[in-house]
């Protein structure tokens, strides 16, 4: 009920290319849905964060594309560089009193030069 | 700056210690959390605090505990340190209750338990 389900684990991309992460939940009452990006030996910190009432939200490069339906949910790394290199994780969130974060299991990206 | 500080980067310990993570925030943010990294698991949380005394379990509460005396201080507990405690540690922290919710993660302990 509280998982969050992360695909590839790892993802090869050419430089200009898209890299697509997919994400999919079971618990229908999240009502919040970020994702993270870590360099290494950093934290994890902030990149986009949806809705469940949108359908879709870019900023930048970085698009997130919602499907309530289906309980899905993916991001979309437009003219992909190799500064993109980073562990990405979807996450979701009760926004209730909680306010607890739950984790996919991550993707690592690499961005050929 | 928004920060969260956590004590030390690297950590090695033996087997049977009592090890204490501490994490500060200076954001006046409600909520602390701390979750441990490992490859191919993601971050898993294991307890998280949302005001001064107040403690709840996450996924994987066991062989820890954890302590906060005071809004800006989080402060991660293992008993008696067991290899399979040897991880990554992420700090992090948040508004409760804000619109556009965003945590903040400090950069890490690396635990290593002998």
């Known amino acids: 009920q509280q998982q969050v389900k992360q695909s590839p684990q790892s993802l090869i991309v050419q430089k200009g290319g898209i890299s697509i992460i997919n994400c999919a939940y079971e618990?229908?009452?999240?009502?919040?849905f970020p994702w993270y990006q870590q360099f290494p030996g950093k934290g994890p910190a902030l990149l986009i964060a949806i809705r469940p009432d949108v359908s879709e939200k870019k900023e930048g490069r970085f698009t997130i594309s919602f499907n309530k339906s289906a309980k899905q949910f993916s991001l979309h790394i437009m003219d992909s560089q190799p500064g993109d290199s980073a562990t990405y994780f979807c996450a979701a969130i009760l926004m209730n009193r909680d306010d607890k974060i739950i984790f996919g299991k991550g993707t690592r990206l690499h961005i050929l030069p | 700056d928004v920060k969260v500080t956590q004590s030390s980067r690297y950590l090695v310990k033996r087997t049977g210690e009592k090890v204490f993570l501490e994490c500060v925030q200076d954001?006046?943010?409600?909520?602390m959390f701390w979750y441990r990294q490992d490859p191919g698991l993601g971050l898993r949380l294991i307890y998280f605090?949302?005001?001064?005394?107040m403690k709840e379990k996450g996924d994987i509460p066991e062989g820890y505990s954890v302590s906060r005396e005071k809004k800006e201080r989080f402060s991660l507990i293992l008993e008696s340190a067991s290899t399979n405690q040897t991880s990554m540690y992420l700090c992090a922290s948040s508004l409760w209750g804000t619109g556009n919710f965003e945590a903040f993660f400090g950069q890490g302990t690396r635990l290593t338990v002998v």
């Open positions: 954001m006046d943010h409600e909520n």
């Open positions: 605090s949302y005001d001064v005394k």
């Open positions: 618990n229908t009452a999240f009502d919040y």
